[in-house]
């Protein structure tokens, strides 16, 4: 019964997703202003029947109903509950009910924080979500229903969820991640709906802004979980390895980036509105991009969802339908939007305009790289592989420039600035962020003679940012009344912090791909091994029993080469899991600031106790760990400026009121 409540509201949602889509555009278009309002209450309905959907989907794997045939396939009795309830969105159906519930989610917070919207804008921005809602959740009921029974005869027990899953990682990454992906729908939404209105000006940015925030940050924190998530679950010590599927959710944060400068400088000064609407449009058909990649069966990845062409061949018409009218809408209208406001050669416009452009290029070499292998397949071309090298050359050569600039850009003024003043304010900074550079150097120069010029490159850069960005602050704190840091907006401390926490991940990024050691041994009980200063010695195995698993932990104490002071002990483990069979390796891992101990458990030797066991002792990764969550809680800050809370003044009522008389 419960399956069929689900079925039912996801069709109750679908008719009044295309309500909201339909009814408030036909209302503008006619001049019925009564139309216009069914916007609202159309996104409040369609939010309440998903999350009924979703929520009958999580109860069915909760009591393990397995006469549903999406619960039979990603699901087992013997799972614990947390994972029982993440298997929700294990697998292909139920991701996508989630990708509908948080587009419901975004579209019901647009309902809630849209007071100080126009009328007109507010129900063209819920249409355009609208439109978005029709053709997701009818993917969902005619191609991936999640609520299709296996009647009347279906299995006691479940075929179990992916092994790789089972964990916490499961729980909160492709939630954050999706939320990211998603929010940039609104994002689009106002890109529209500004071109159907030919307006778009300081305030429109201000009302985008925020949006674009939150699925930024949502997203820069689900792709720092992943990475996370990938370095401790996948038992090789990589956090980061250009997978297509990784790229997917790489391309919309670059583009998403770029919008979110592009709407500082259209807000602060007026100008690239025609820039950024077309950004607004790119960040979100990237985000469709990617679902297109992981599930229309195109690439392999431990992280995509292998789909039959059906599917495959309707999110691409999907999205075709999607890019293709909005960037049509795009170029019959962006010449109404777009006003040119002078500025300098040398001014702050001019550096957003270069970081802008820079990030696009970026996104567009990782398109490249990941599509190039499809491409040639397609073409008959062979097989083409394109790797990690690839991507970290285009990666370096372009980002280098892109983190320079965004050390000098807090120093540089709107407009037009001098040189001489840009070199005075910034000379100190540089000084500092050389010594440093050459600190380091210094430091790794019996261990690492041939990544000498790397390691200088990335430290140098960090410092330049970190360095820089306190110098603004204290320019900014110190008032000829007193020194008064309380006040910076939020908005500034929001990108002080972010810009601190991407020069931390640099030096995460840098010092973990070249000062970081590993080895391949074989030990038996008893064997001792060093590495890089510390001694790991091999205690012995043990075998223990879980609730859906059988295992096998190693037993690793490790000491510091020295003093002989036992630093840790670490138990990786192997996982034979009862339902499916499948092994999995769980890595042992102590981690601090400035280095990870991390085992792997290989293989058990033929003929002997020996083990194949997998050593790492990796340099400043937690960095990227952090970096990450701190580029998060700078996004979160900018969000509690109070500007974004800020109540529609006489003017913009006024304005607001004429546009309803006029519909009306």
């Known amino acids: 019964m419960i399956p069929e409540i689900g079925n039912l509201a996801l069709s109750f949602a679908l008719g009044l997703a295309l309500i909201q889509f339909v009814v408030p555009l036909v209302g503008i278009s006619t001049n019925r202003w009564r139309l216009v309002l069914v916007a609202k209450p159309a996104a409040i309905g369609q939010f309440v029947f998903v999350v009924i959907a979703f929520a009958a989907l999580a109860w069915s794997f909760y009591i393990s109903d397995f006469s549903v045939k999406y619960v039979a396939s990603n699901s087992n009795r013997s799972l614990p509950t947390a994972y029982r309830i993440g298997a929700t969105w294990g697998g292909h159906e139920g991701s996508l009910l989630l990708w509908a519930l948080i587009l419901s989610v975004w579209t019901f917070a647009v309902t809630l924080f849209s007071g100080s919207l126009p009328a007109l804008t507010r129900a063209r921005v819920l249409a355009v979500l609208g439109g978005v809602a029709v053709g997701f959740i009818s993917f969902i009921i005619f191609t991936s229903n999640p609520f299709d029974r296996l009647l009347p005869i279906y299995p006691i027990d479940g075929s179990d969820l992916n092994p790789l899953l089972?964990?916490?990682?499961?729980?909160?990454?492709?939630?954050?991640?999706?939320?990211?992906?998603?929010?940039?729908?609104v994002a689009f939404a106002f890109a529209l709906a500004a071109l159907l209105e030919g307006r778009i000006d300081a305030l429109w940015a201000r009302w985008v802004r925020p949006w674009t925030i939150a699925a930024w940050v949502f997203l820069s924190l689900g792709i720092t979980a992943g990475s996370w998530w990938a370095y401790y679950e996948l038992g090789w010590g990589g956090w980061w390895f250009w997978d297509p599927v990784e790229n997917a959710s790489f391309m919309p944060w670059l583009i998403g980036t770029a919008l979110i400068h592009s709407l500082a400088a259209t807000e602060k000064r007026g100008v690239f509105k025609a820039w950024t609407t077309l950004l607004a449009i790119a960040a979100f058909s990237f985000s469709l991009l990617g679902t297109f990649l992981v599930r229309s069966g195109v690439l392999t990845s431990v992280h995509a969802f292998a789909t039959d062409p059906v599917r495959g061949t309707y999110i691409l018409v999907f999205l075709g339908i999607v890019v293709g009218s909005s960037l049509a809408l795009f170029a019959s209208r962006a010449s109404t939007v777009s006003v040119?406001?002078?500025?300098?050669?040398?001014?702050?416009?001019?550096?957003?305009?270069?970081?802008n452009l820079i990030l696009v290029v970026v996104t567009m070499m990782i398109l490249l790289g990941t599509l190039q292998p499809i491409l040639a397949e397609m073409f008959e071309l062979g097989k083409i592989s394109v790797g990690p090298p690839y991507f970290n050359l285009i990666f370096t050569i372009l980002m280098t420039p892109l983190i320079f600039l965004m050390g000098l850009g807090p120093m540089v003024n709107w407009r037009q600035f001098s040189l001489a003043e840009v070199v005075s304010r910034s000379k100190v900074s540089l000084a500092i962020a050389i010594s440093i550079g050459l600190v380091q150097v210094t430091f790794e120069w019996a261990h690492k003679p041939t990544d000498l010029a790397q390691i200088f490159l990335g430290i140098f850069l960090s410092a330049w940012v970190v360095s820089q960005t306190v110098a603004d602050w204290w320019r900014h704190s110190s008032r000829k009344?007193?020194?008064?840091?309380?006040?910076?907006?939020?908005?500034?401390?929001?990108?002080?912090?972010?810009?601190?926490?991407?020069?931390?991940?640099?030096?995460?990024?840098?010092?973990?791909?070249?000062?970081?050691?590993?080895?391949?041994?074989?030990l038996g009980p008893g064997d001792e091994q060093m590495l890089n200063g510390y001694r790991f010695r091999f205690v012995g195995i043990e075998n223990f029993t879980a609730s859906n698993y059988d295992g096998i932990r190693g037993n690793f104490e490790v000491?510091?080469?020295?003093?002989?002071?036992?630093?840790?002990?670490?138990?990786?483990?192997?996982?034979?899991?009862?339902?499916?069979?499948?092994?999995?390796?769980?890595?042992?891992?102590?981690?601090?600031?400035?280095?990870?101990?991390?085992?792997?458990?290989?293989?058990?030797?033929?003929?002997?106790?020996?083990?194949?066991?997998?050593?790492?002792?990796?340099?400043?990764?937690?960095a990227l760990w952090l970096g990450g969550v701190l580029m998060g809680l700078g996004g979160l800050i900018a969000l509690s400026d109070k500007r974004y809370r800020k109540k529609k003044s006489k003017k913009e009522n006024l304005i607001d009121e004429s546009s309803e008389e006029s519909v009306a």
């Open 559 to 622: 000491y510091d080469g020295e003093s002989s002071e036992m630093v840790a002990t670490l138990t990786p483990e192997k996982r034979k899991y009862h339902a499916s069979g499948q092994w999995m390796t769980e890595a042992g891992i102590n981690a601090k600031l400035h280095r990870d101990l991390y085992i792997a458990l290989g293989e058990k030797l033929p003929n002997s106790e020996d083990w194949a066991v997998r050593i790492y002792v990796k340099a400043y990764v937690t």
């Open 166 to 185: 089972q964990d916490p990682g499961m729980v909160f990454h492709p939630p954050l991640l999706y939320m990211g992906y998603v929010g940039f729908s």
């Open 340 to 355: 040119t406001s002078w500025f300098g050669l040398l001014s702050r416009e001019v550096l957003f305009l270069i970081n």
């Open 481 to 522: 009344s007193g020194f008064k840091p309380s006040m910076i907006s939020a908005s500034h401390y929001g990108m002080y912090i972010a810009h601190i926490g991407l020069a931390i991940v640099v030096v995460g990024v840098v010092l973990s791909s070249h000062l970081s050691f590993e080895k391949v041994v074989r």
